[in-house]
Nanobody
Framework: QVQLVESGGGLVQPGGSLRLSCAAS????????MGWYRQAPGKQRKLVAL???????EYTDSVKGRFTISRDNAKNTVYLQMDSLKAEDTAVYYC????????WGQGTQVTVSS
């Protein structure tokens, strides 16, 4: 069983920055993929960014150039550095681990507002 624990969400003004972290614990196999999805009110959960264990990354177009995903394999932790935040980035952000199945964190709220 895998557990994912997120941290780092909060309220930030437009143009500001936040850094999300997610630590995975339990039975974790390599190779695997970790990442972040987000869900805005009334909308479907959508991909934000993914990173594989060889540091190959994938981003949704709307965050390219503003968000950076990274991971520490020794700590089974994934990070999301979010810069130049916009109101439309407001959502619940979910940590994700693909490890012989899909695993999800509980979600952390990110609110971008003045």
């Amino acid at each position: 069983q895998v557990q994912l624990v997120e941290s780092g969400g909060g309220l930030v003004q437009p143009g500001g920055s936040l850094r999300l972290s997610c630590a995975a614990s339990g039975v974790i196999f390599m190779p695997n993929t970790m990442g972040w999805y987000r869900q805005a009110p009334g909308k479907q959960r959508k991909l934000v960014a993914l990173v594989s264990d060889d540091d190959t990354t994938e981003y949704t177009d709307s965050v390219k150039g503003r968000f950076t995903i990274s991971r520490d394999n020794a700590k089974n932790t994934v990070y999301l550095q979010m810069d130049s935040l916009k109101a439309e980035d407001t959502a619940v952000y979910y940590c994700y681990l693909r490890n012989f199945g899909d695993n999800w964190g509980q979600g952390t709220q990110v609110t971008v507002s003045s």
